[in-house]
Every structure is written in structure tokens, then in C-alpha cells.
């Protein structure tokens, strides 16, 4: 199958990208760096011309609540339009878990307007809501400063390695559109204050995290669950020690890891399907 992969150089998409090949699928990556941009159009005609399945993991450069606004909007109406021109069968967009619980948060409103416009187009579709990844766990603490200090609420989350991530979105991509959102998440929950503060520890970052149940994520108010999905989710099996060793057995200049840390014993197999 013919998969062209929207965001395809990032770091969800490149793996993405490998692991829809690995299938033996035709994955194309799509970026401005490969000639394709869907705010200009630039290449989008000629990247989806028989193409059956189009997976959206793009992310805008600019997250300021008006850029990203319209970064999400342009995109999704020019690319919903040029999939529907080349006849593909299939859109696939990677959203959020709790999306429509944090409206408050520009980041989020724009998400809520790519998934509208999704839902709303004639193609079928699939929108993925995955859990935070654990790659973005210093980002999330960048976003968060408060007077120099971390500020997080101290509620439930449950992120996943951004190779589980990949893993989940190709299933999905392969699969029949379901028409409507389905889940993925890590296997563990963790409150979100914890572990951003293991993840700072980790990198040798001094930030002071508080666990502060005044702050949002992202400026948006977050319940207990609003960032841990439901029952039903796929959930990777890659556990945050896991991936922490492995993250820093890859950092250059990184002391080698205790033996048996940084062993990922579930690379084939990093989905399994709950309840
Ligand atoms: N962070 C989280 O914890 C989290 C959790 C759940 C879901 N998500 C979602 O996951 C998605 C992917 O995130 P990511 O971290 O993998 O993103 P990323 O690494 O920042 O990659 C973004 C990709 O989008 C491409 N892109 C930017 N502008 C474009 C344009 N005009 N036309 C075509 N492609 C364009 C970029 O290409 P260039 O590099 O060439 O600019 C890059 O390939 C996002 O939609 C986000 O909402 C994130």
C-alpha cells in the first residue's frame, strides 16, 4: 500500500515511516525538507497520486495560540482537500488524549479544530489520541515555568515511548478507518509532577519541580484522569526505566547502564490490547 506520511521527518513520523516499510508498505515521507507543504500545497497533488492511506504527524513550528491556530486549520483543509482530489481512502491524525478537556490551552483549541475539520470531510478517517510522550518530558517542563521554578499539577498520566507511538499509529494506518478515535497509551501511570522530576534528574537539570494542584497543563485546569486514557486503549509496552537507559545509552559521552536496564525485550511485540 501507498502511505504517505505528513510530518514524516519528525520524530514520530521517521519512525512511522520505518516501521510502515518494515511491513513491506510504500511510506513516503512528507515535509517541506522532502518538497511537500501543506500551508503553501507545494507537492501535495503529486505525493498523494495513488496513495491509499494519508497519516497526518505533522506539528506546527510555532505554538503560540493564534500560530498554531492556523498552522492546524490551513493544513488539514488543503491536505482533506487534495486527498479527496487524488481519492485517498484513508486519513489518519495523531491528537491527544483529553483533547477536548483542555480547551483552555490554544495548543488544544487548534487539535479541536484539525479534528472537526476531519470529522466533518466526506474521506474516512482515524484520529489516534496517544498520551504524552516520553520524549517531550523536558518540554513539558519548559512550558510550565513558573518564577524559574516547574510548576505541574500532581494528576494521573500514563506517556509512552515515541517508538510505541509509531508502532500504534502504523496498526491503525493499516488498518479499516474506524471512523471515529481510538486511544494509545503507556503501561504505567505515573503523576505528572513524579515524573517530570525523575525525568530533570536524569538529564542533570537542576529545576525545581512543584507539585502545584493550581497549575494546568499547558494553562488549561486538568481533572485526576484527564490525561490517562480509557479502558479500551492499546498500550505500549516500552516502561519508562526502560526507555530512560536507553535514552542515555544513546546520549553521546552517556556511561554504559546497569546490566539488564537497557534491554527493550518488547520491540516486536510493543502493543497489546486491553480489557
Ligand atoms: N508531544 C506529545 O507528547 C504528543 C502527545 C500526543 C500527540 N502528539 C501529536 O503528535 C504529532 C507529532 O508530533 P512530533 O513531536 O512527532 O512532531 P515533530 O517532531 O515536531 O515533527 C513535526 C513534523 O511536521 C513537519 N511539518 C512542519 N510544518 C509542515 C508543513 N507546513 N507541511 C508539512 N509538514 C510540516 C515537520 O517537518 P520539518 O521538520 O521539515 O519542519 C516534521 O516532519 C503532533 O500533531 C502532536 O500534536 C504529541
Redesign the pocket.
Known sequence: MKIVV?????????KLVNHLREKGHEAI??????G?????GEGLAEVLKGASVAV??????DWEDSAVLK?FET?TRNLLTYEGAAGVRHHV?????GTQQLSESG?FRA?MVQENLIKESSIPYSIV?????F??LK??ADISMVDGKVHLPPVLFQ?MA?DD?ARGVARIAVGPPVNGIVEIGGPEQFRVDELVRRRLASLKDPREVIADPNAGYDGAKVGEKTLVPGNNAWLGETRFESWLAQSASQTPGAQPQPTGSAVMTNEKESLKKVS
Request: charged share 5%.
Open positions: 505528513i510530518g514524516g521527518t519528525g520524530l514520530i513520523g521517521s515521507a512528507a515535509a517541506p525538507n522532502t511537500v507543504n501543506t500551508i503553501t497526518d504527524v505533522s506539528n506546527s513550528p498552522f493544513s491524525a495523531l491528537s491527544v488524549v495548543y487539535k489520541h496517544a498520551t504524552q510522550f520524549e517531550f518540554g513539558l506517556p515515541a507511538v
